[in-house]
């Protein structure tokens, strides 16, 4: 049987309760509209496979670990299947130079991950332009162009970046951008 106090302190705790929850409302919206706009995308077409991608990499300082097998197997070597290791900061380039650009359109990859044995075949069979110790074989290199973005636009915001090396490649129609030392060149 329930007394009179027992129903009242219920009802209190009850509803203490409510509040507590509601209480706590804000934090968790907060929370989760600031990890949304501190999440990282990109999106991706391959011209050689034909794939497309398009996913958050990472949430704050963290990378997202099912985003990053995701893209080392879209970036594999499109000639042998290899699957390679990208390093994530290359992500982070192409983040950063959508956002210098203003653009949310899906860059178009010519080549990521190489094997040494597909590098090697390239060097020997292109006429050059093409590096015995190419910093692709360590995923930590990604050709590519932005649709609707001028080459040379590309480039010069790539440069602005300051993150790493950046070749320019007008007569193929791509710029490289690679996560190495700071350097420029023109193929």
């Known amino acids: 049987m ?6 009242a302190r219920r009802r209190f705790l009850s509803a203490a309760s409510g509040l507590a929850v ?5 934090t968790i919206a907060r929370a989760t509209y600031q990890a949304m706009s501190s999440s990282r995308n990109l999106a991706m077409d391959h011209t050689h496979t034909r794939e497309k991608i398009e996913l958050i990499y990472a949430v704050g300082a963290e990378y997202v670990p ?26 982070d380039i192409m983040h950063s130079l959508r956002a ?15 094997s ?11 006429g050059g ?5 190419s910093l692709h074989m360590d995923g930590k290199a990604v050709d590519l162009r932005l649709p609707g973005v001028p080459l040379d636009e590309l480039r ?7 993150a790493g090396g950046v070749g320019y490649y007008p007569g ?11 350097r420029t060149w023109h193929g």
């Open 2 to 7: 329930t007394t009179p106090r027992c129903a």
């Open 22 to 26: 509601l209480g706590t409302m804000p």
């Open 66 to 91: 099912k985003a990053l097998t995701d893209l080392n197997h879209f970036l594999r070597d499109h000639y042998s299947g290899d699957i390679g290791r990208m390093d994530a900061g290359l992500y």
């Open 100 to 114: 210098a650009l203003k653009v949310h359109t899906s860059f178009e990859i010519i080549s990521g991950y190489r």
């Open 116 to 126: 040494s044995k597909t590098n090697e075949r390239l060097r020997t069979t292109r």
């Open 129 to 133: 332009g093409v590096a015995r110790r």
């Open 156 to 162: 010069d915001a790539a440069l602005s970046l300051r």
């Open 172 to 182: 193929s129609n791509f710029i490289h951008v690679d996560t190495g030392r700071v």
